[in-house]
């Protein structure tokens, strides 16, 4: 009986090879034959699971999308108080590289920037995951000041775009070293404060 | 008598060539010879001027500096007041990607990102760059504050580590379209106002 394997794993673990070269030198060197020695499988083996190499980069953009989304949804299942202010935090946390993994992923994000702005699918990946991070920031804003922890002249709309702007510019910040994981919350943790009522 | 060759302008023309490349698609698909087609010269040419991509990479970090630093100088030298937050002002526009020559400089930016976290000395040239740039945004604010144009309570360092961090941000939103340059200048002015007595 032949052994069964996961279609989906496998392409998964194809492109978690994908992801350490992309976090280690960009897209450039990314090719299917240097994808299948990272992995350790026959290039036909990857040519099995994704026919080119801008297939294999399609699929990693979407499983990109889908780690950060995990990442974020981790976080907020941490957050146990009903402090919406801890939501935004929760929020903002889980888009900042604060791990080894976290911090891979924003290297294969960067090293997909310019590609995406490029391309307008690619793009309005992006576009749509920076929409919903915003309205959710904005609602938890808002919900913040009905509730009154936050001064009744704030701009819910407003400071979502400030704080998911100061969470993107921070994250390049720790990637070069700029700031460590602590320094970069500390920032975001001020800026909140300052919110507060 | 042979014509004599600026050195420098024809690495220049070169450069700009790797730019077009490098804001179109990324570092992926530079080469000594693409390079030397997109420009309409030789190979041989190119590598009269440039050993190696490497060398040609190189020259092109540089030169990204030097595009950056003059922008910032040139809007620097555009404020006519003494008003302190005018001139924080200036420094944020300097770096923001407001009209099509900075959009390419900052798309070759993030192109060049990748390999200057995985490169010690690319990487401690952005440092150096953002380490100027926050220092002299804590300087106009310290300024400001001490002239009383924005709250004592206010902290220079985390203000200046804020906005740049923010610009960084609105840079990003700007090349995918999330923001205009207008919009992003908008978001800028606010957070000034903020600080403003």
């Known amino acids: 009986m032949p052994r069964i394997v996961d279609h989906g794993q496998r392409r998964g673990e194809i492109a978690e090879a994908l992801w350490r070269i992309a976090a280690r030198e960009g897209l450039e060197t990314v090719s299917l034959s240097r994808v299948a020695q990272e992995a350790g499988v026959s290039k036909g083996r990857v040519q099995h699971y994704f026919a080119s190499r801008e297939e294999l980069l399609g699929f990693t953009a979407t499983l990109l999308q889908q780690r950060v989304d995990a990442r974020v949804r981790a976080q907020l299942a941490r957050v146990t108080s ?98 460590t994981a602590g320094s970069a919350l500390s920032v975001v943790d001020r800026q909140l404060a300052r919110l507060s009522t």
Chains 1, 2 share one sequence.
Request: proline share 4%; charged share 25%.
């Open 82 to 179: 009903d402090e919406p202010l801890d939501v935004v935090r929760a929020l903002l946390a889980g888009i900042l590289p604060l791990d080894d993994e976290s911090r891979t992923d924003a290297l294969v994000g960067s090293a997909f920037f310019v590609r995406a702005v490029a391309d307008p699918q690619l793009c309005e990946t992006y576009r749509a995951g920076n929409r919903l991070m915003r309205d959710v920031l904005t609602e938890k804003l808002a919900h913040a000041r009905d509730v009154g922890r936050i001064a009744a002249d704030v701009d819910p709309a407003h400071e979502s775009t400030v704080l998911f702007a100061l969470a993107g510019g921070l994250g390049e910040s720790i990637l070069v070293g700029d700031h």
